[in-house]
C-alpha cells in the first residue's frame, strides 16, 4: 500500500488548505482501513491530528487543538482522503503524514473501535504546511 500526501504548501494566519492523500496498491477499497493524518512540528513529537476509526460508522476523532477548523474526508470511488484546514494558526506548522492501516490489524492490536496509532503499518512522505505572515 502506498500513500502520497499533497496539498501542502504555504498560508498566512486565518486562511485555509486542503491537504490529500492518495492511496494505492491495494485491491481493498478505503472502508478497508482505518486512515487519518498526523502531524510533526520542529523539536516535537508526531501528533494524531483526524482520523477515521475502525467501528462500522467510521467515526471520526480530531485533536483538540483543530476541532472546530480542521475537516476529514474521504471518496471511496478516489481512493483519497482529505484534510480540510480552515482558520489555520502559526501553530499549525508541521510536515503532515498521512497514514493507514487494516481495521483488523488495528482492531486485534487495540479493540473495536480504536483509532489512528503511531504503530499504523502505512505512512505517506509528508507535506510541509507553513502558517506565517
Known amino acids: 500500500v502506498q500513500l502520497q500526501a499533497s496539498g501542502g504548501g504555504s498560508v498566512q494566519p486565518g486562511g485555509s488548505l486542503r491537504l490529500s492523500c492518495a492511496v494505492s496498491?491495494?485491491?481493498?477499497?478505503?472502508?478497508?482501513?482505518?486512515i487519518g493524518w498526523f502531524r510533526q512540528a520542529p523539536g516535537k513529537e508526531r501528533e494524531k491530528v483526524a482520523c477515521?476509526?475502525?467501528?462500522?460508522?467510521?467515526?471520526?476523532e480530531y485533536a483538540d487543538s483543530v476541532k472546530g477548523r480542521f475537516t476529514i474526508s474521504k471518496d471511496n470511488a478516489e481512493r483519497t482522503v482529505y484534510l480540510q484546514m480552515n482558520n489555520v494558526k502559526p501553530e499549525d506548522t508541521a510536515v503532515y503524514y498521512c497514514?493507514?492501516?487494516?481495521?483488523?490489524?488495528?482492531?486485534?492490536?487495540?479493540?473495536?473501535?480504536?483509532?489512528?496509532?503511531?504503530?499504523?503499518?502505512?505512512w505517506g512522505q509528508g507535506t510541509q504546511v507553513t502558517v506565517s505572515s
Open positions: 496498491g491495494s485491491n481493498s477499497g478505503l472502508e478497508s482501513y482505518v
Open positions: 477515521f476509526r475502525s467501528d462500522f460508522s467510521g467515526s471520526i
Open positions: 497514514a493507514a492501516d487494516l481495521v483488523v490489524r488495528v482492531v486485534a492490536l487495540g479493540g473495536y473501535g480504536s483509532g489512528c496509532s503511531n504503530e499504523m503499518a502505512y
